[in-house]
T-cell receptor, first 111, second 114 residues
Framework: SQQGEEDPQALSIQEGENATMNCSYK?????LQWYRQNSGRGLVHLIL?????REKHSGRLRVTLDTSKKSSSLLITASRAADTASYFC???????????FGPGTRLSVLP | ETGVTQSPTHLIKTRGQQVTLRCSSQSGHNTVSWYQQALGQGPQFIFQYYREEENGRGNFPPRFSGLQFPNYSSELNVNALELDDSALYLCASSLASGILNEQFFGPGTRLTVL
C-alpha cells in the first residue's frame, strides 16, 4: 500500500503564480523526499527533509513537514513553464530499505 | 544527468516472453534499487541490491528477479511476461543501503508487453 498520497492529483496555474502540493502519509518516517518527473522520464531529486526538520528551502522551492499531522507541502514560487511536470513525495517504508512513492501531482504551468 | 544509465530505452515484448533490463550505477555507488512505474502512477519498489546481495523486496512475484555484479551494475529479469508488466522501469543507485541515502535515478526503460 502507498505510504504517501499527494494532493491535488492535478494542478494548472499561470506562469508567475505559486504552486502548492501536499503529501500525507500514514506511519512514522525518518525522512521525506520530493521528486520531479518530466513526461515519464527519470525522477529528479528536489529536496530531502528529515523528521526533525520543519522547513527547508532550495531556490524557488520550500518544503514543510508536520510530523504531528503526518503531512508535508511543496511550494514552488514564481512558477515557470519549465516547472510543468509530475511531482512525487517519497517516504521511507516500514522496512527502512526503500522509499514509498505516492501517485503524484501533475502540475501544468501555462505561459 | 545523474550518471545512472539504463538500457534499452524502449522494449516491446509479447506475453509469455522473458526480458532483461540493465542499469549502470553512478560511480562510487554500491546499492541499486529497481522500481516499476505504471502509467499515471508513482514508482513501486521491486527490490534492492547491496554489494551483490538482495537487500529488501517489495510485493512482486518471484518471476521478477535481479542480479548485481562486482562493478555494482545490475540487471532486472522478468519471466513469463504479462500485459500488466507494461510500465516504465526505473533503477536508482545510492552510496549505501538504507533510507537515509539519497537515490539517483536513471532515465528508465519503457517496456510494452503485447
Amino acid at each position: 500500500s502507498q505510504q504517501g498520497e499527494e494532493d491535488p492529483q492535478a494542478l494548472s496555474i499561470q506562469e508567475g503564480e505559486n504552486a502548492t502540493m501536499n503529501c500525507s502519509y500514514k506511519t512514522s518516517i525518518n525522512n521525506l523526499q520530493w521528486y520531479r518527473q518530466n513526461s515519464g522520464r527519470g525522477l529528479v531529486h528536489l529536496i530531502l527533509i528529515r523528521s526533525n526538520e520543519r522547513e527547508k528551502h532550495s531556490g524557488r522551492l520550500r518544503v514543510t513537514l508536520d510530523t504531528s499531522k503526518k503531512s508535508s507541502s511543496l511550494l514552488i514560487t514564481a512558477s515557470r513553464a519549465a516547472d510543468t511536470a509530475s511531482y512525487f513525495c517519497a517516504t521511507d517504508s516500514n522496512y527502512g530499505q526503500n522509499f514509498v512513492f505516492g501517485p503524484g501531482t501533475r502540475l501544468s504551468v501555462l505561459p | 544527468e545523474t550518471g545512472v544509465t539504463q538500457s534499452p530505452t524502449h522494449l516491446i515484448k509479447t506475453r509469455g516472453q522473458q526480458v532483461t533490463l540493465r542499469c549502470s550505477s553512478q560511480s562510487g555507488h554500491n546499492t541499486v534499487s529497481w522500481y516499476q512505474q505504471a502509467l499515471g502512477q508513482g514508482p513501486q519498489f521491486i527490490f534492492q541490491y547491496y554489494r551483490e546481495e538482495e537487500n529488501g523486496r517489495g510485493n512482486f512475484p518471484p518471476r521478477f528477479s535481479g542480479l548485481q555484479f562486482p562493478n555494482y551494475s545490475s540487471e532486472l529479469n522478468v519471466n513469463a511476461l504479462e500485459l500488466d508488466d507494461s510500465a516504465l522501469y526505473l533503477c536508482a543507485s545510492s552510496l549505501a543501503s538504507g533510507i537515509l541515502n539519497e537515490q539517483f535515478f536513471g532515465p528508465g526503460t519503457r517496456l510494452t508487453v503485447l
